[in-house]
């Protein structure tokens, strides 16, 4: 612990992840969040043209999310997610019009993969050996590089899940990023890659619960509080300049930077940032999910690519989703609501509809914008950076975000100045 003031600066997961982490050790900590609510782009709220709260995105959380489920567990919000017994993955594809089950078995030897009942329709338990080659990736190595795309495995199982974890086509990702992401999940076995579902919401189970442990420990928490500048000075930020005044910073106060990475880029001297992005638009449907609907449905050979089944609505997320920036919303609609109704075995009109577009939801996960990804320690001896655009080794997911957080905060409390 530091006898200064760890000064955070935004407010969505890598914020809080670093906040909570601090408190918890007993640092004097305030939080700087220029909107007001916290969370980011993982929050809930309540959508007029729907009539319901929902979440931003369907943001997917595992149970190998390690840190994930150690902050649920420290704020509290670790009963607020359900978790099946087992891991199955429900696909769907909509040009044949057939369904199958992914089911790995819980132990990390992968015996599934010998099961004709558990694997991917069509495939060999070869073709699942051969994955292996994406964990000796080079850094400037694209996941198709390392393996087949034209197998039936990449078209029906490793193309639409590292698309969604990636947020680009896994024909420009990178590889060492997919086999992270395949290390921690399969890679560990289905115990590792069980779905948790968030009933009421990722907000009331991350991001309310995480507020209250900062307050209630004695950290501050100030919305509506705009960050314009930076001050430096011999190697260190001396000030913070905000819309409403200025923060003078003494001997040992420290500052932990967790904003996107284009703002951070304006507020931080010659910081090199990942430039490219991808969107990810969610079209939410107020139909109740009909009986036998899994929680979630991986599609192919549709616009459409996951499903998500809510008690109030049905949910669609479409990654790396550029070409439908500037798609009119109420055709888009339509069409994904057809392929919805299909899947579903729902024979209904159009219901109450709302699509949430993110423009720049997550970096561009290729080598090249990995390869500008930064540490959490800075040049600067009282700066240290956090969010799911820093080198977590991870995609843009809400582990990184955590991770980040938390080795942001490690940072903060151990550095000398």
Same mark, same amino acid.
Not at 195 to 216: H, T, W
Not at 385 to 392: E, N, Q
């Given at each position: 612990m530091t006898n200064g003031t760890v000064h955070i600066v935004g407010a969505g997961l890598a914020g809080l992840s670093a906040a909570v982490a601090l408190v918890g050790q007993g640092q004097k900590v305030v939080v700087h969040e220029l909107a007001r609510h916290a969370g980011g782009r993982c929050r809930s709220y309540f959508e007029p043209a729907l009539g319901m709260t929902i979440d931003n995105g369907n943001h997917l959380l595992l149970s190998g999310n390690a840190s994930a489920l150690a902050f649920l567990d420290k704020v509290g919000g670790r009963h607020l997610l359900g978790e099946p017994q087992h891991a199955e993955f429900h696909f769907f594809d909509l040009a044949a019009k057939n369904s199958w089950v992914l089911r790995p078995n819980d132990g990390p030897v992968p015996w599934w993969i010998f099961s004709k009942d558990r694997r991917v329709p069509q495939t060999r338990a070869s073709d699942y050996l051969r994955l292996g080659r994406l964990l000796k990736a080079a850094p400037c190595e694209t996941v198709t590089e390392k393996i087949d795309s034209n197998s039936v495995l990449y078209k029906r199982l490793m193309e639409p899940v590292l698309l969604a974890a990636l947020n680009c086509d896994p024909k420009e990702g990178s590889a060492q990023l997919a086999a992270a992401v395949i290390r921690?999940?399969?890679? =560990?076995?289905? +115990?590792?890659?069980?779905?948790?579902?968030?009933?009421?919401?990722?907000?009331?189970?991350? $991001?309310?619960?995480?507020?209250?442990?900062?307050? !209630?420990d004695? %950290?501050? $928490?100030?919305?509506?509080?705009?960050?314009? &500048?930076?001050?430096?000075?011999? #190697?260190?930020?001396?000030?913070?300049?905000?819309?409403?005044?200025? @923060?003078?910073?003494?001997?040992?106060?420290?500052? $932990?930077?967790a904003v996107p990475a284009w703002v951070a880029k304006t507020l931080v001297p010659e910081l090199r940032v990942p430039t490219k992005y991808r969107s990810i638009f969610n079209a939410h449907f107020a139909y109740?999910?009909? !009986?036998? @609907?899994? +929680?979630?449905? %991986?599609?192919?050979?549709?616009?459409?690519?996951?499903?998500?089944?809510?008690?109030?609505?049905?949910?669609?997320? $479409?990654?790396?989703?550029? =070409?439908?920036?500037?798609a009119e919303r109420e055709p888009l609609a339509r069409r994904i609501w057809s392929e919805v109704a299909t899947i579903a075995g729902i024979d209904a009109d159009l219901p109450r509809w709302q699509i949430v +577009?993110?423009?720049?939801?997550?970096? &561009?996960?290729?080598?090249?914008?990995? #390869?500008?990804?930064? =540490?959490?320690?800075?040049?600067? !001896?009282?700066?240290?950076?956090?969010?799911?655009?820093?080198?977590?080794?991870?995609?843009?997911?809400?582990?990184?975000?955590? =991770?980040?957080?938390?080795?942001? #905060? +490690?940072?903060?409390m151990a550095t000398q100045l």
């Open positions: 921690e999940t399969l890679g =560990r076995g289905g +115990k590792a890659c069980r779905p948790l579902f968030a009933a009421n919401g990722l907000g009331p189970a991350l $991001v309310d619960p995480a507020i209250s442990f900062i307050e !209630k004695g %950290g501050e $928490v100030r919305f509506d509080h705009s960050l314009r &500048a930076i001050e430096w000075q011999d #190697a260190r930020a001396r000030a913070l300049q905000f819309d409403d005044g200025r @923060v003078e910073f003494g001997r040992d106060d420290r500052i $932990v930077l109740p999910s009909p !009986k036998g @609907v899994p +929680k979630i449905t %991986g599609v192919i050979n549709a616009t459409t690519e996951w499903l998500f089944a809510f008690d109030d609505r049905l949910s669609v997320t $479409v990654s790396s989703a550029d =070409r439908f920036n500037e +577009k993110e423009r720049r939801a997550t970096f &561009a996960a290729t080598p090249d914008e990995n #390869a500008l990804r930064p =540490r959490a320690q800075t040049h600067w !001896k009282n700066l240290f950076l956090a969010g799911d655009w820093t080198a977590t080794g991870l995609p843009a997911t809400i582990e990184g975000a955590i =991770r980040s957080g938390e080795t942001a #905060a +490690k940072l903060a």
